[in-house]
């Protein structure tokens, strides 16, 4: 129970760390989506539900904050969860280098045109396009957006294991003396 | 965990968040949304000032030979501003005697809304800053949003009950009716051009323009009051065929760098 709270914890704060703070840094850490790194991370360690509950409140802080209506930024960080799950048990079934990146920027590139669609739906009924904006610069965002969450992922897996392999050696380089306290 | 619990947990989540959903379209969770959004401004607002400050911080060795540049270029405008200064008091001096003379009394005018700058919206592509005042404040949509000494930066987009998110000028999807302090007062659009710059479009190709003239608010916007600065034209484009040209207009202000900013009402 703990440990769900703390993860919960985790996503919410990670989640205004990206609005407040990456916002404001220049490209690429403005491009990273902690949500979207969050859930490709759970998918390729197999921890879905960490994945499911990133997409739950990241999306509710996202839309909080956000030009869309209510539920597009949740729905569209579901979709991607679900999508990407799919990619990754059915078609890029390994966790080779670039088979992380191409999960990682997959999350990205599904969130985004989910978003377009229902920006397209917003559109159809009359509202304010919000992300549908055809100049080069604005077509490009996405395309960046998804090579700095590819980026990310790989940069967090690689520090993640070069501290564990530091700890484990740490740790058997003492046990033997530990044990021999006693 | 088992696979089969693990699956029904994701379903529970996901279960949640079209619970949410729906209990927002039904109004249940509004006033728990605004307590969550005030509750968090404040931790935003000191991370997003962090954010800006290592901004500075990464940007500073690259910045010292434009702001070199910036600082003789803004020593020769400062030069000019003072005899404008001067010119322009003497009006004032003028114009209130002529307002004593008329009994012209001003009306009375609300305070304006200082608002501060939360965070720029997560949206790739978009050009647009979150403000911590909203419906609350009387904050509304299409209101004019502007930065030191009344330089129009943007308009508010959307309007919660404690924030709202402005759409800055530079957004491609932005749009304000402009018009050139020149004797004819030539009218066009403000445009965003690809989050970069400023464009003014739809000038008549008779009318006479030129680099260095002031663009104001035209006033033709119910919401946005006549007079508020934009910028200063850069570049003037003329294309053969068209009907209208094309003026590049610089603002004053650092959009990036946008720390308060103030909504005055109508």
């Not at chain 2, 949410?20 to 249940?28: D, K, N, P, T």
């Not at chain 2, 997560?122 to 403000?131: C, D, K, V």
Request: glycine letters at 8%.
């Amino acid at each position: 129970m703990w440990k769900f709270l703390l993860h919960a914890a985790l996503a919410v704060v990670g989640t205004i760390v990206q609005i407040s703070f990456l916002s404001q840094l220049p490209f690429p850490f403005s491009a990273i989506s902690l949500p979207i790194v969050a859930i490709a991370y759970g998918i390729v360690r197999d921890r879905p539900v960490i994945s499911a509950g990133w997409a739950l409140l990241g999306g509710l802080l996202l839309d909080l904050h956000g030009l869309l209506g209510f539920g597009s930024e949740m729905l569209a960080l579901f979709v991607a969860f679900f999508a990407t799950r799919f990619l990754f048990q059915r078609v890029v079934t390994n966790t080779g280098t670039p088979a992380l990146f191409l999960i990682a920027a997959a999350a990205a590139t599904i969130r985004w045109f989910t978003l377009a669609a229902l920006d397209g739906v917003n559109v159809l009924f009359g509202g304010v396009p919000v992300l549908i904006d055809l100049s080069a610069t604005a077509l490009l965002a996405p395309v960046r957006q998804s090579l700095v969450a590819g980026g990310a992922l790989l940069a967090y897996i690689g520090v993640g294991s070069l501290l564990s392999r530091r700890f484990q050696k740490t740790f058997l380089s003492h046990a033997p003396h530990a044990f021999s306290r006693h | 965990m088992t696979p089969v619990a693990r699956s029904r947990l994701i379903i529970l989540i996901a279960a949640a968040g079209g619970l949410l959903f729906f209990l927002h379209l039904l109004g249940v969770t509004t006033n728990a949304e605004a307590w969550m959004l005030k509750k968090i401004a404040g931790q935003e607002a000191k991370l997003a000032e962090a954010g800006r400050s290592l901004r500075a911080t990464m940007s500073a060795p690259f910045r010292i030979n434009a702001v070199l540049q910036e600082n003789d270029a803004l020593r020769s405008e400062n030069a000019a501003l003072s005899v404008e200064v001067a010119r322009l008091t003497t009006v004032q001096e003028e114009n209130a005697e002529l307002e004593k003379l008329l009994g012209y009394t001003k009306k009375l005018k609300k305070t304006p809304v200082i608002a501060r700058v939360l965070a720029r919206t997560p949206e790739a592509g978009t050009h647009t800053i979150l403000l911590d005042r909203g419906t609350d404040d009387g904050i509304a949509p299409d209101m004019p949003v502007v930065a030191s000494d009344g330089v129009l930066i943007g308009k508010i987009f959307k309007a919660e009950r404690t924030t709202s998110i402005a759409l800055l000028l530079t957004d491609t999807r932005s749009r304000v009716g402009a018009s050139v302090q020149n004797s004819a007062r030539t009218q066009g659009v403000i445009q965003g051009k690809r989050g970069l710059s400023l464009e003014m479009r739809l000038i008549p190709q008779n009318e006479e323009i030129t680099t260095g003239d002031m663009i104001i608010t035209s006033g033709i916007e119910p919401m946005t009051p006549r007079g508020l600065l934009i910028g200063r034209i850069t570049a003037v484009e003329t294309q053969e065929k068209s009907p209208f040209k094309t003026a590049t207009i610089t603002t004053p202000i650092a959009l990036d760098r946008l720390d308060v900013v103030a909504i005055p009402f109508p």
